[in-house]
């Protein structure tokens, strides 16, 4: 794309800007709070774009001067001046367009979002439900060294540790854009706790992230919810066990897609406080029908991109981790690495960056930018 092309797209952006911007602190759009919300997401991504077209624009004027002084300037000391300024601007200049060209391709629309984490022990026994135990930690630390909130609404725990399944939500900046890249089935190689032989088995957990449903996202009619309560099992002081703050919602939803009403059964047992366990439930509820709805437009993606980076099958088998020999091995990008203990303690970020710049990669030449 020639910079003259680039920037008279920019520019339509920067028209869409400035008006988005006038829209946004008007009082009939505030009164519109879906709108308001859809509106202020735009400007924030806008504001992205006009912010590099500033430098884009900044480092095309620097060139041109810089030419400008060396076809008429005769001081040797301006005429290095000139030069050192425009080799350093020529340089910088396709990194600036590369990420202009990222900036221009639609991304997701849900990366924004805060995330529903689910982890479930898949074939292996006691050895995936311990396993699930271990990416629940490994995410755990994870989201500490991102600042993220992480808090857990269900859980089913196994006979011999971890657990069968954990779902938590968890909020901060970007989550969603960037934990979506664990949706898949993790396997494990190692000699499980529980064997006596000494030998190597091979158990497997599956991970879920789903992008959690805002209030705006989906419609529920709450009247329509049967809410039960319950005592909470298990451990948890007197308190858990003796007041009925376990809460069960039942919600009878038709799928669009298939035009079949189903019924959809959520539990949360996590806190002493029904109305934040009720509060929970609904956001599960909508994360659901949200995923649900939003499922063909995933499947959409997923048949465009050859390497389903951060879409597709969530029963494909995704990452494996090896610790006879400390490997890990994310099937996906070929991507393999020998610091299985420190990956484990939540070092994931690597291997997230290099599944984002594959999926980049992939997300440009779909572009034809």
Not at 220 to 232: A, H, L, M, V
Not at 304 to 319: F, L, Q, W, Y
């Given at each position: 794309?020639?910079?003259?092309?680039?920037?008279?797209?920019?520019?339509?952006?920067?028209?869409?800007?400035?008006?988005?911007?006038?829209?946004?602190?008007?009082?009939?759009?505030?009164?519109?709070?879906?709108?308001?919300?859809?509106?202020?997401?735009?400007?924030?991504?806008?504001?992205?774009?006009?912010?590099?077209?500033?430098?884009?624009?900044?480092?095309l004027?620097?060139?041109?001067?810089?030419?400008?002084?060396?076809?008429?300037?005769?001081?040797?000391e301006?005429?290095?001046?000139?030069?050192?300024?425009?080799?350093?601007?020529?340089?910088?200049?396709?990194?600036?367009?590369?990420?202009?060209?990222?900036?221009?391709?639609?991304?997701?629309?849900?990366?924004?979002?805060?995330?529903?984490?689910?982890?479930?022990?898949?074939?292996?026994?006691?050895?995936?439900?311990?396993?699930?135990?271990?990416?629940?930690?490994?995410?755990s630390?994870?989201?500490?060294?991102?600042?993220?909130?992480?808090?857990?609404?269900?859980?089913s725990?196994?006979?011999?540790?971890?657990?069968?399944e954990?779902?938590?939500?968890?909020?901060?900046?970007?989550?969603?854009?960037?934990?979506?890249?664990?949706?898949?089935?993790?396997?494990?190689?190692?000699?499980?706790?529980?064997?006596?032989?000494?030998?190597?088995?091979?158990?497997?957990?599956?991970?879920?992230?789903?992008?959690?449903?805002?209030?705006?996202d989906?419609?529920?009619?709450?009247?329509?919810i049967?809410?039960?309560?319950?005592?909470?099992?298990g451990?948890?002081?007197?308190?858990?066990?003796k007041v009925?703050?376990?809460?069960?919602?039942?919600?009878?939803?038709k799928n669009?897609n298939?035009?079949?009403?189903?019924?959809?059964?959520?539990?949360?047992?996590?806190?002493?406080d029904?109305?934040?366990?009720?509060?929970?439930?609904?956001?599960?509820?909508?994360?659901?029908?949200?995923?649900?709805?939003?499922?063909?437009?995933?499947?959409?993606?997923?048949?465009?991109?050859?390497?389903m980076?951060?879409t597709?099958?969530?029963?494909?088998?995704?990452?494996?981790y090896?610790?006879?020999?400390?490997?890990?091995?994310?099937?996906?990008?070929?991507?393999?690495?020998?610091?299985?203990?420190?990956?484990?303690?939540?070092?994931?970020?690597?291997?997230?960056?290099?599944?984002?710049?594959?999926?980049?990669?992939?997300?440009?030449?779909?572009?034809?930018?």
């Amino acid at each position: 794309m020639s910079n003259n092309s680039l920037l008279d797209k920019l520019e339509t952006l920067q028209f869409r800007f400035d008006e988005v911007a006038t829209l946004i602190t008007d009082p009939e759009t505030i009164a519109d709070q879906r709108r308001y919300v859809k509106l202020t997401k735009e400007y924030k991504d806008l504001e992205k774009i006009v912010e590099a077209k500033k430098e884009y624009e900044g480092c095309l004027n620097t060139i041109a001067e810089a030419k400008e002084i060396l076809e008429i300037e005769t001081d040797p000391e301006m005429r290095e001046m000139a030069k050192e300024e425009l080799d350093a601007n020529n340089e910088a200049l396709p990194q600036i367009e590369e990420k202009i060209k990222l900036l221009l391709v639609p991304g997701d629309p849900q990366d924004d979002k805060n995330a529903i984490l689910e982890i479930r022990g898949g074939t292996g026994g006691d050895e995936a439900a311990i396993f699930a135990g271990d990416l629940f930690r490994m995410y755990s630390k994870y989201c500490e060294t991102k600042g993220w909130r992480l808090e857990v609404s269900s859980v089913s725990e196994g006979s011999s540790g971890g657990f069968k399944e954990i779902i938590c939500s968890v909020s901060g900046e970007k989550v969603y854009g960037t934990l979506k890249y664990e949706s898949g089935v993790h396997r494990v190689q190692r000699v499980p706790v529980t064997e006596t032989q000494g030998r190597v088995h091979t158990s497997a957990a599956s991970v879920a992230v789903l992008p959690e449903a805002e209030q705006f996202d989906v419609e529920i009619n709450e009247g329509e919810i049967k809410w039960d309560t319950f005592r909470s099992g298990g451990a948890g002081g007197q308190n858990v066990n003796k007041v009925e703050s376990g809460v069960r919602l039942r919600y009878m939803w038709k799928n669009p897609n298939t035009g079949e009403t189903e019924e959809i059964l959520i539990e949360c047992t996590e806190t002493r406080d029904q109305p934040k366990n009720k509060e929970r439930a609904l956001a599960r509820l909508r994360t659901f029908i949200y995923d649900k709805e939003h499922q063909k437009y995933i499947d959409d993606i997923s048949s465009k991109r050859k390497t389903m980076v951060s879409t597709g099958d969530r029963s494909a088998k995704i990452r494996t981790y090896n610790y006879p020999q400390g490997r890990i091995t994310d099937h996906r990008i070929n991507y393999t690495i020998y610091n299985l203990s420190a990956f484990m303690d939540g070092d994931i970020q690597d291997c997230i960056d290099n599944l984002m710049i594959a999926e980049n990669a992939e997300r440009l030449k779909e572009s034809e930018l």
